[in-house]
T-cell receptor
Framework: AQKVTQAQTEISVVEKEDVTLDCVYE???????LFWYKQPPSGELVFLIR??????QNEISGRYSWNFQKSTSSFNFTITASQVVDSAVYFC????????????FGQGTELSVKP | ETGVTQSPTHLIKTRGQQVTLRCSSQ?????VSWYQQALGQGPQFIFQ???????GRGNFPPRFSGLQFPNYSSELNVNALELDDSALYLC??????????????FGSGTQLSVL
């Protein structure tokens, strides 16, 4: 069975702090894909990143960075120098090979960035 | 903005009624997926449509059904509404070009309340 666990339900930081959101996944597939989505209060899920299981290189995009470690089945997300606009619910998701649009989402982590 | 539009934005129904939710996919996309998101939870996959046929289904009963039209827009129909059907229903469109796990682009959702 496939499963995604985001153990942090809520995180609160002060602006300019760095924050890491944890994601641990379970799958028996050898090929799979991992995603992060951001859900602001408007409700729309905003795509942040997709990573396939054969690409363990860490990725940086501006203030965002992702650390993928197959050995620990983790795909953590770090926001550097957080801003108030980063306040949202963040979801980690997993998709098996050839599963198309079927994503298994974690419970989400609500990030609150205070000025 | 993703270009995925959903209507209506909010809907109130009573138990036992039927409801139809609509989704217009992003221009150029050929696949639509539907998700149910209960309050405080991650989205759960309902089903996906590709080339007007159901192409994968999650753990939802048959009273959840859908359609995809030639212009790739889609409908989600729910019969015999139950109180637990109260949730945010998210539509996502994507471009399938082969056996891969495409990025999903989500709409803002329809908030359904069943009384």
């Amino acid at each position: 069975a496939q499963k995604v666990t985001q153990a942090q339900t809520e995180i609160s930081v002060v602006e300019k702090e760095d924050v890491t959101l944890d994601c641990v996944y379970e799958t028996r597939d050898t090929t799979y894909y991992l995603f992060w989505y951001k859900q602001p209060p408007s409700g729309e899920l905003v795509f942040l990143i997709r990573r396939n299981s054969f690409d363990e290189q860490n990725e940086i995009s501006g203030r965002y960075s992702w650390n993928f470690q197959k050995s620990t089945s983790s795909f953590n997300f770090t926001i550097t120098a957080s801003q108030v606009v980063d306040s949202a619910v963040y979801f980690c998701a997993l998709s098996g090979n050839n599963q198309g649009g079927k994503l298994i989402f974690g419970q989400g982590t609500e990030l609150s960035v205070k000025p | 903005e993703t270009g995925v539009t959903q209507s209506p934005t909010h809907l109130i129904k009573t138990r036992g009624q039927q409801v139809t939710l609509r989704c217009s996919s992003q221009s150029g996309h050929n696949t639509v997926s539907w998700y149910q998101q209960a309050l405080g939870q991650g989205p759960q996959f309902i089903f996906q449509y590709y080339r007007e046929e159901e192409n994968g289904r999650g753990n939802f009963p048959p009273r959840f059904s859908g359609l995809q039209f030639p212009n790739y827009s889609s409908e989600l129909n729910v019969n015999a509404l139950e109180l637990d059907d109260s949730a945010l229903y998210l539509c996502a469109s994507s471009l399938r070009q082969g056996p891969t796990n495409e990025k999903l682009f989500f709409g803002s959702g329809t908030q359904l309340s069943v009384l």
